[in-house]
């Protein structure tokens, strides 16, 4: 590991402060995920800003019936919280499906969030990688890519999003804020902080340098079932081979994508009328493999089948 200093301000404008004044530092949450790629010679921030004992941890309901989660609440912290638990259990049942009870009591909601990619050739430095030295190229475009994207790749990368908890926030419209480097407040779409590889698969999400995610906000929970199914090559601890968080008649998926991918052609099929089949089979329409990850289409298609006939009783699966 390469030698970085460290601070732990005291307040979240101390925070900022610190940012701002060293554009290339790292904020440090639960550590999880960053502490693992500094070790791994991935990640080299020069100044660490511990973020640990800001005063974002709380639980809170919203005007219009919905949760503020502070953006330092643990993973273990959200799943358990009573509210949680009966009016989104989609949220629930994906935070407990991740990583280990260990992990969970440590991993923060902001971190989850911004948790990198689990893919084999970005953790492996003799390997070229786009993501982690941008122009050395995507070692997964001819090698083994059977974790790999469906949707939304490009030659530069073909990565996937490990997060379970964001596919859940993303199904249920949940939005992040924020604070600038600068200041300033901002309010963002989960299911749009993420950014598809392009030609800059580097910039994983559409926050600023110094930018702080201070809560998740859930709006009150829409009508209908909610459910979260996911398919791993182990029964525990293991990242999704794909993924599927059905609420009502939203879809989102895990393991397919390098971002949380909403269905939308799904759902508006589901809103005009289509049977559950027809309707997954829109987006499926669209998805783009890479040979060994061919099978990955068959799989969610089965899996959101089943979710939306649990979530829609009455509609056929």
Known sequence: ?????????KDIASAIKAMRANPAAKFLAGGTNLLDLMKSEIEHPPHLVDIGRLPLAAIENTRDGGLRIGAMTTNTQVASDARVRSLYPVLAQAIVSGGSAQLRNKATTGGNLMQRTRCAYFYDTAKPC??????????????????????????????TNPSDMAVALAALDARIETLTAEGATRSLAVADMHRLPGDTPEIETELKSGELITSVIIPPAPPGGQIYRKVRDRASYAGALVSVAAVGGRVAWGGVALKPWR???????????IEIPEAVGAELATAEPRGANSFKI?????LTAAALGETLAGRRA
């Open 1 to 9: 590991m390469k030698p970085f200093t460290y601070e732990r301000p």
């Open 130 to 159: 786009n993501k982690r030295l941008p122009g050395s190229g995507c070692a997964a475009l001819g090698g083994l890519n059977r974790n790999s994207a469906i949707f939304g790749t490009s030659d530069a990368c073909i990565a």
């Open 263 to 273: 269905a939308e052609k799904t759902e508006a099929a589901l809103v005009a009328g």
């Open 298 to 302: 068959t799989l969610i298609g089965r």
